[in-house]
């Protein structure tokens, strides 16, 4: 398609117009690489300073995102989620109109680890409910959780949790409000593991926000540590 040099428009506005619209209309998904300046200057008949000029100002709005040496990509929905309130992930979805999605890897009962007594505030010889799920945003994995739950809780090893929220569950079965104590914001690389669950190269840099959450009378219901994928996240204070 060649861009009309005789409209009173500049090339670059047409050329810019003209890939709102295709991202619009999912010619170019969320995530998905675009063409290169050199491509997309051959597509649309126009010089690569064009290219460039269009690509800065889709950028600028928050569109696009340019990596050096890898390309240009539909900017993917960044989450915000704020490390000072209490707020669920299911909540923190639906506040900004995305669809939260979960899918349970593991929920069993297993014994106490040193760190699990030390966390929870529970005897040696307490069991604990290991939980593990994947947690999506719009269907795209955003974060995986590790949730360590005391004895009282076991009851979760009943409840179907995929697609589900936790808070929301805790607070009708056991009718406790939950309470989020101080977190600890760390960074880490993508284990194998992980990486396939959240479909990330292993040793990928995600961000851990670890923590414990109390009900309302202070006493402990699980300690959570989160892997999420940082560029998924826009955290604030």
Known sequence: MQLDAQESQPLYKQLEYKLLQDIEQGVYKKGEKIPTELELSQ??????????KALADITEMGILERYVGKGTYVASVKLKRSISTFM??????????????????????????????????IPEDSKVLAMERIRYADGVPVSFEISRFTSEYMGLLQEELNDRSLFVILREKYGITLKDEPKVLELDFASFEISRYLE???????????GLVTDGEGKSVFYSKQYIVGDKFKFYL
Do not use: H, W
């Open 43 to 52: 597509m649309y008949g126009v010089s690569r300073i064009t290219v460039r």
């Open 200 to 210: 990330i190269p292993a040793r990928y840099p995600l961000l851990v926000v670890s």
């Open 88 to 121: 669920s992930f299911t909540e923190c979805c639906e506040a900004q109109g995305l669809k939260p999605g979960a899918r349970t890897i593991k929920n069993v009962i297993e014994d106490a680890t040193p760190e699990d007594c030390q966390n929870l505030k």
